[in-house]
């Protein structure tokens, strides 16, 4: 089924297949006439970015590419960026890959014309209203895989390179003005991408739904997205050609970030540190502890999460539930544990530290703390 959509909600969203030939107009739009196209390394020398090259130079836009950005992009890779930015005169960013590439090119746009260091924009209270907006430059936004929900969300995750901690840098105009979700671009996704993205995407949704905070609308946003992951991902790695089924990845990616407003939790505040001190891949990681924070939360979501099975299609209430995300993750050959991913327990007190400091952690629907997370970490191994 080949599905197309023009959304204007949280932004203007073009999607469907092939629309890729629209990110010139895309780019006009938003009043670009020297856009740097910005990705990471691997996805530098991909057919895809080469096609959307073209499709900017075919259209007098030039062909600038900036794609010295790792997976869990630091300040380094931004610092880089923002000289190639100025160096070739652009006016706006075209945010292209997965989280890596679409985080940092948005954070490109974001401080190219600032003066304060990146950190004072952190997502704590105001900060945000530090920034000068009139200097924030226009985004377009690629996805090319269908988990983090980057393109639609209004914040930009940064590895701190001394520290290893992620940061979260926000600001309300992070929200790229317009986006082209063509699902042609994520059918090259190596299956362990797809599955890492796509739990990435259903972790949004549960810890979104899960979250003790009032936002029904997020609520629902986050329920439907569930449901696509459970009726989509599997599909989608079974045959990465599946159109309809990456069609509907995009639209439950874009889903868990909208959803994530009403907040995240454990699942995210355990992946933060493992990945930026491992380097291991953000999703992956959520699905491999994703079963410990069920079981850690279950006192205080176990209604809520029979309510989700129910609607879900899932039979047995919340120990349903937890059953249907083990059998999940085994169809999707997401390692066991932490052991199975290569890591070993001899960090633990660093990481509950820094699991405590991640802001996911507030979110939490159980209170996390240095007891009760060190505790949830050893049962991750
Ligand atoms: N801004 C947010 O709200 C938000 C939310 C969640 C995660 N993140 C961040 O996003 C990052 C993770 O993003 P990700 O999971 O999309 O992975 P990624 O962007 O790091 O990409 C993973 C790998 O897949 C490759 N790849 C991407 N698209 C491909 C394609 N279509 N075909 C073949 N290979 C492809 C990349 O080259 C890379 O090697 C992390 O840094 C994480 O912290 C941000
Ligand atoms: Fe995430």
Sequence with gaps: MNIVANWSYPTAVK?????IKELADACKTLGLSRPLLVTDRGLASMAITGHALDVLEEAGLGRAIFADVDPNPNENNLEAGIKAYNDGGHDGVVAFGG???????????????QTRPVWDFEDIGDWWTRADASKIAPIVAVPTTAGTGSEVGRAGVLTNSA??????????KLLPGVVICDPELTMGMPKAITVGTGMDAFAHCLEAYSSPFYHPMSGGIALEGMRLVKEFLPRAYRDGADLEARTNMMSAAAMGAVAFQKGLGAIHSLSHPIGAVYNTHHGMTNAVVMPPVLRFNRPAIEEKIARAAAYLGIAGGFDGFYDYVLSLRSELGVPENLTAMGIKPDRIDELTAMAMEDPSCGGNPVTMTMENTKALFLACF
């Design 99 to 113: 989280g890596s590439g679409l985080d940092l090119g948005k954070l490109i746009a974001f401080m190219a014309g």
């Design 15 to 19: 999607l469907g297949r092939g629309r």
């Design 163 to 172: 520290t290893h901690v992620k940061k979260i840098i926000f600001h309300p």
